[in-house]
Structure formats: C-alpha cells, structure tokens
C-alpha cells in the first residue's frame, strides 16, 4: 500500500523541488540557517505531491484503460481517497508556505492554479507543457519573498533567470520526448525549438558566466577560480547529449531519456547556484545519478 502512494506521488522526482527551493531561496538573498527554508521546504514538498496524486485521480478513466498498471486502476490505492488526500496536500502546502514561511501569496495561488490547470487539461491540450514549465518557474519563485527587505520591482532577478531556464528546460524536456515518440511527423522548426528551449539553462548559465565583471579577477589576477562553474555547464551539456542520443532509439528508450533528464533537474539548480556556493552545487549535482538510481525502484512519470 504504501509503495502504491510512493508511486502515485512520484517520489523519485521530490528531492528535485527541494534543489528547486532552496535554489531558489538562496538566489534571493536567504541563508540555509534561517528556519524559514524548512518550511518552504514542507510547503513545496506537499504541493509537489500533491499534485503527482491529482494528476492521477483526474486520469482515473484514461488509466483504466490505457495504463491499468497504475495504482488507481490497478486497485492499489482508492481513487475518492486520492482526491481527498491530493486536494488536502495542496491547501496544506498553499497554508504552510504563505502563513509559516511568509511567501506570497499571489505567486502561491497562481502555483496551485497552474497544478490544478495541468492536472485537469494536460491530457486534451497540448499546451499544458507550458503550464508545466509554469509551475517550477513558480516553485523556484515562491520562496523569494521571504527573503526581501523590502518590495522592489526587481526583487524577482535574481531567481527569475535562472527560474525561466529551469522552465524552458522543463517544457522543452516534455516537447522533445513527445515529438521522438510520434515520429517524422514533427517539423524541424518544431523541434529545433524545443531541443533549444531543453539547452536553455546551459545557455544562461554560460552568459551569466562569462560576464565581464565576473571575469575581471581571472583578467586582472589571473584568478582562474571564476571559471570552475564551467564544470556544472559541461555536466548539464552531457546530460542532455546523452539523453538526446538515448532518445534517438525511440520506444521505451524515450522513457528512459526522459528519466535522464528529469534527474538531471538537480544540474540545471546546481548551475543556478554554483555561482553563490560551489560546495552545495557539487551536493546538488551528485544528487544526479541517486535520483537515476532510485527511478529504478519508484518510476519519475
């Protein structure tokens, strides 16, 4: 029973939302010490599964006959107490995150909006990528607030960058993996598009890295120690390369891509904060292959 909710949640992917949220808190401007990062934590915790548990529930029907090994169809896990758990877990996390970590409340309801818009259309509307993308750029978002001083027009640059990279990554991610299965069919401007929209954190690392002002130590000192990012863009380029090759083999090969690149979430946070603390990137990059290791026992989709 309980492996049947591991699954429905899809736990393998949890530990990707908290390099998303503590990604996120950091690029802000707050400190792994204030206790606030526990319960952003908690809150992008619950909402995260709870969303993986609606998004089973809402496709009960599609399951039953199109995926009955699914712990809903298969009789493993109650589908009422599915909803009731799933539509819990995501006011508990909305609770949590706005009342005991201070976020947003705006950015938080338009998080729970976009779950509950994916979960309910992703099936009929091939737009609902977008809305995926949506809910990690609003994820590495939520946690921000907190962190400011003060309300500023700006206070969102410091995540936002970085927060649309792992946004694009993520649509560009769903794009390619639908296109490989359905063939000659796509255009080469389509997936052109979406193989760029997957590079994206590689490419706004790569421009956040060279920037002249961050260079000037290597220029002036010769202080090659600015450049040791470039270790987590050529992790990040290997990842996709390899999963774009994997994927090439279609059939249950894309799955397995696809397993590559939803671990490879952890690299694209470990880019986003390797210019703030290189200790914890390499921690947030050698979650990597944990995560490919533990899809084994519970799968990421």
Known sequence: MIRAWLELARISNLPTVWTNVTAGWLLAGGSLQNPILAWMLLAGSLLYAGGMILNDAADAKFDAEHRRERPIPSGRADLTT???VSLSMLVSG????VFLGGACWGITSALVGCILLYDFYHKPWIGAVWVMGACRVLLYLMPGMPCQTAICPTWWLPAGLPALGLGAYIVGLTMVARMEA???AISHWRSGFARLLLWMPGILAAIRLFDTQRLRPLLILADFR???PLIFIFLFAAIVALASW???QGGPAIGRAVGFL???IAVVDALAVSQISLPLAFGFAALAPLLRLWQRWIAAT
């Open 182 to 184: 359905q063939g000659s």
């Open 226 to 228: 600015p450049l040791l």
């Open 94 to 97: 909305w609770c949590v995150a």
């Open 82 to 84: 599915a909803w009731v």
């Open 262 to 264: 939803l671990a490879g």
């Open 246 to 248: 994997i994927m090439k």
